[in-house]
């Protein structure tokens, strides 16, 4: 099993930036991709960022990209998202999520069908 931790949340003005935080605990060495979700009230959840745990390659859906940076601290076992140039349209529960399942060609997981593991979420309120 896996544990995902994530942490970092808050309110912040429009503009602003903020750092979320996943600690990964368990059987950590199982991973092969994390990612990132997020879910804002009434709306599906969606793909943000995602991270392979062991090559440190990253993948980002086009409405965050050039704005958040996904990054790991490998001796904390722990996988961040920067967010920079914050919206009010980020405003959302964030998750951090990770899958064992081995992909090939560079491919990055996008659906949540396709993660096992899920941390409790965190909230992330951008104000205009």
């Known amino acids: 099993q896996v544990q995902l931790v994530e942490s970092g949340g808050g309110l912040v003005q429009a503009g602003g930036s903020l750092r979320l935080s996943c600690a990964a605990s368990?059987?950590?060495?199982?991973?092969?991709?994390l990612g990132w979700f997020r879910q804002a009230p009434g709306k599906e959840r969606e793909f943000v960022a995602a991270?392979?745990?062991?090559?440190?390659?990253?993948y980002y859906s086009d409405s965050v990209k050039s704005r958040f940076t996904i990054s790991r601290d490998n001796a904390k076992n722990t996988v961040y998202l920067q967010m920079n140039s914050l919206k009010p349209e980020d405003t959302a529960v964030y998750y951090c999520?990770?899958?064992?399942?081995?992909?090939?060609?560079?491919?990055?997981?996008?659906?949540?069908?396709?993660?096992?593991?899920w941390g409790q979420g965190t909230q992330v309120t951008v104000s205009s």
């Open positions: 999520a990770a899958t064992r399942t081995i992909y090939s060609g560079g491919y990055f997981p996008t659906d949540g069908y396709e993660y096992v593991y």
């Open positions: 368990g059987r950590t060495f199982s991973i092969y991709t």
């Open positions: 991270m392979s745990w062991s090559g440190g390659n990253t």
